[in-house]
Structures are given as C-alpha cells and as structure tokens.
Nanobody, 123 residues
C-alpha cells in the first residue's frame, strides 16, 4: 500500500557527505514512521535512524549519532538522511522503510521497503 524509492547514493571519500532521499506514494505518508536501514555484503541489515509519524521524534543507532540526521517533509512525501563525516564502514546499501507504529527501531516493525541505494565510502 506504500511504495518507497530511495536515491542519492554514490561514491564519496572518507570525511565527505551525502544526502539520501526517500519518496513515498500510496497511503498518506504522514501517518508512517520512516526508518533508514543499511546492509553491507555478507552482513545483516541494521537499523540506522528513524523519525516518528506522531511526534516527529528521531532515533539513531550509536554508529549514526552525531554524524547522521534524519528528517521528513510531509508536503513532498519525502524523507531524508543527511550523512556527514562518512567512514569506510558506512559503505552499504541503504534502505528506506515505513512503519505504522508511532516509533520503530527494529526491522520486524516495518511494513514497507524501498529497493535500496548504494553508498560507497573510500578510504
């Protein structure tokens, strides 16, 4: 019922920045918590950040705190992940996801997923 499309990934040197975008269509975007996850080759998909639909509260994995910022623009049906001071260990496919819960930080709490966008950070 919700379709998500990520964009903004690419190649960047360590210390650089990228901003990922997630455009949603279908059900009202404002009623979903939006989360960002990432998955590196051979590793499990992990939580990065989320922003709730009810309060606008944000949540970050320890690896993202102080470097990444999640935001949303409901008028544009778009969520963003601003990534600064990127490190090689940030290299992964980044996925946008939507949850009906007011706050969600676990993969199983999300109902819809985008196709992913590749982020590569060179040393």
């Amino acid at each position: 019922q919700v379709q998500l499309v990520e964009s903004g990934g690419g190649l960047v040197q360590a210390g650089g920045s990228l901003r990922l975008s997630c455009v949603a269509s279908g059900r009202p975007f404002s009623r979903y918590t939006v989360g960002w996850f990432r998955q590196a080759p051979g590793k499990e998909r992990e939580f990065v950040a989320a922003i709730s639909w009810s309060s606008g509260n944000t949540y970050y994995a320890d690896s993202a705190k102080g470097r990444f910022t999640i935001s949303r623009d409901n008028a544009k049906n778009t969520a963003y992940l601003q990534m600064n001071t990127l490190k090689p260990e940030d290299t992964a496919v980044y996925y946008c996801a939507a949850s009906k819960l007011s706050a969600a930080t676990q993969r199983y709490e999300y109902d819809y997923w985008g196709q992913g966008t590749q982020v590569t950070v060179s040393s």
